[in-house]
């Protein structure tokens, strides 16, 4: 398959229209390049807060209920473009308020037949769960699709070991990223690549990329799109399949084949996969010696 994945730079929007024209243009570029699954990153939706006015864009509380009531029409729209251009799209995740407590982070990931699936962040960064009140969502699901099967793991949840391995049937694993220092893209992108190695996956990493000064929640964006894989057979010996450059907007595109990654799990150089159960026993503390 061939992947997108996004460097995203969120704008303030006149209206609908202007977000409808927006997200049509980045799906179509990325359709007439061959693409079949597009990812889209972290919070990316948060500038759908802007066409309820710069004061509300600027609330926490009310950036949430604003990006929430408008995420109906998002998926909407999300779902006509994938099956318009014939393509797997995980939508830009968004604050949902699901009138059970505080609101979660939810990504939604739809197939050009028409199918939808929700995915939820799981653990809550320190903002997220300090100031901002998100919790984490539903339980993880492998997704059995017409590309392979795929999984989500939502930015700091890249850099959860027990988390991927929940996902273990997955082939390629989409990690959606929101960080505003370089700090914490290379903290997602360790733990993504980290992950392809665990896994013996493809990881897609997404960043959303810029400043947002009607936004205390994504005010400053820094990152790249990525696609990663274990360095073994059949992959490259960085692990890097493809990186964009560091905070420019647009798609980075990648081919991959989970043909490798079949063949990598069944006879790599190594089979991290597979010794895993080799670990049971081993996840409590070692003891302290103390050495003089």
């Not at 994945?5 to 006149?14: E, H, I, Q, R, S």
């Not at 988390?163 to 993504?192: D, F």
Request: net charge negative; with cysteine.
């Amino acid at each position: 398959m061939k992947i997108a994945t996004a460097a995203y730079n969120m704008d303030f929007l006149d209206d609908w229209a202007a977000y409808e024209a927006k997200l049509e243009r980045w799906v179509s570029g990325a359709a007439g390049e061959g693409a079949d699954l597009l990812v889209f990153p972290e919070y990316g939706a948060m500038e759908l807060a802007t066409l309820a006015g710069r004061d509300v864009a600027m609330d926490l509380q009310g950036s949430i209920r604003a990006v929430s009531q408008r995420v109906p029409e998002a998926d909407a729209l999300h779902a006509k473009l994938a099956e318009r251009y014939e393509v797997h799209i995980l939508a830009a995740s968004a604050p949902v308020e699901t009138g059970e407590g505080l609101p979660v982070n939810r990504a939604r990931f739809f197939a050009p037949g028409g199918a939808m699936a929700t995915i939820d962040k799981q653990i809550m960064t320190r903002f997220e769960r300090e100031e901002w009140g998100v919790r984490g969502g539903a339980p993880l699901e492998v997704f059995d699709t017409a590309l392979g099967r795929i999984g989500v793991l939502i930015c700091y949840d890249s850099e959860f070991p027990l988390l991927a391995r929940g996902l273990s049937e997955a082939e390629l694993l989409l990690v959606p990223s929101c960080t505003e220092v370089l700090a914490g893209y290379w903290r997602v992108r360790i733990g993504s690549m980290a992950r392809a190695l665990e896994q013996q996956c493809a990881v897609a990493m997404s960043s959303t990329v810029g400043t947002c000064d009607w936004s205390y929640a994504v005010d400053t964006n820094c990152g790249a799109g990525g696609v990663f894989a274990p360095p073994d057979r059949g992959f490259p010996s960085t692990g890097v399949i493809a990186e964009g450059k560091l905070n420019a907007p647009g798609w980075t595109f990648a081919e991959v084949d989970l043909a490798a990654v079949a063949e990598v799990r069944r006879d790599g150089v190594v089979l991290n996969r597979t010794h895993w159960a080799e670990q049971s026993g081993r996840d409590g503390r070692a003891p302290v010696t103390l050495l003089k």
